[in-house]
């Protein structure tokens, strides 16, 4: 059974710093597109980014270009998502993705998907 699971939200103010993990297990994912989405209250969940298998692509929402990295580490099965210069409005539940298309995409191309972790940025 594919489990990923994240970790690494938390609370942080505005122009902090956070990093995301996220484990996937039950299945080799060397050869599999990951990627980050999120999901504010009251909103649809949205595209922040995602990473080819080697690593050598990367795509990112507008909202996040230059303040996230998305990379990963196919050794220990991991994904991570380092966010800089938060804002407010990042505000939401941070989900991992797995099995999904190169680009940005809508969460109903997404095979696999972790529970979710929160990160709330105070003002």
């Known amino acids: 059974q594919v489990q990923l699971v994240e970790s690494g939200g938390g609370l942080v103010q505005a122009g902090g710093s956070l990093r995301l993990s996220c484990a996937a297990s039950?299945?080799?994912?060397?050869?599999?597109?990951m990627g980050w989405f999120r999901q504010a209250p009251g909103m649809e969940r949205e595209f922040v980014s995602s990473?080819?298998?080697?690593?050598?692509?990367?795509y990112y929402a507008d909202s996040v270009k230059g303040r996230f990295t998305i990379s990963r580490d196919s050794a220990k099965n991991t994904v991570y998502l380092r966010m800089n210069s938060l804002k407010p409005e990042d505000t939401a539940v941070y989900y991992c993705?797995?099995?999904?298309?190169?680009?940005?995409?809508?969460?109903?191309?997404?095979?696999?998907w972790g529970k979710g972790t929160l990160v709330t940025v105070s003002s």
């Open positions: 039950g299945r080799t994912f060397v050869d599999v597109t």
């Open positions: 990473i080819s298998w080697s690593g050598a692509r990367t």
């Open positions: 993705a797995a099995g999904l298309p190169l680009g940005i995409i809508g969460p109903n191309r997404v095979s696999y």
